[in-house]
């Protein structure tokens, strides 16, 4: 399973910005998807996520997370943004893969390698 994350880059304080993750492998499901993000100095934290039947759990208002299931894809619309969204912002996807053709399955927690982001005031 991988996990490949577009849309980071550098923006101005107030603007916006959208990130997108397109989850690639041997998926038969995927669960909770979702991202993260980790600043300078900082652990990392959870920005947004979004549940296979719709339930969000934002870290703020200015967060919108979504999915495509058909593009087993979820995107992260940051509006107003503020210096500090300044960050590297993870993907994240527990999914269920299949492990070969017998029908064996395994559940895991996938990362992206991560996007930068860099606001600027």
């Known amino acids: 399973v991988q996990l490949v994350e577009s849309g980071g880059g550098s923006a101005q304080e107030g603007g916006s910005l959208m990130l997108r993750c397109v989850v690639y492998?041997?998926?038969?499901?995927?669960?909770?998807m979702g991202w993260y993000r980790q600043s300078l100095g900082k652990q990392r934290e959870l920005v947004a996520t979004i549940t296979s039947d719709n339930m969000v759990t934002s870290a703020d208002p200015r967060f919108t997370v979504s999915r495509d299931n058909a593009d087993k894809a979820v995107t992260l619309h940051i509006s107003s943004l503020k210096p500090e969204d300044t960050a590297i912002y993870y993907c994240?996807?527990?999914?269920?893969?299949?492990?070969?053709?017998?029908?064996?399955?395994?559940?895991?927690?996938?990362w992206g390698v991560g996007t930068l982001v860099t606001v600027s005031s």
């Open positions: 492998g041997s998926v038969l499901a995927i669960d909770v």
């Open positions: 994240n996807a527990k999914v269920t893969e299949a492990v070969n053709r017998e029908g064996a399955r395994r559940s895991l927690e996938a």
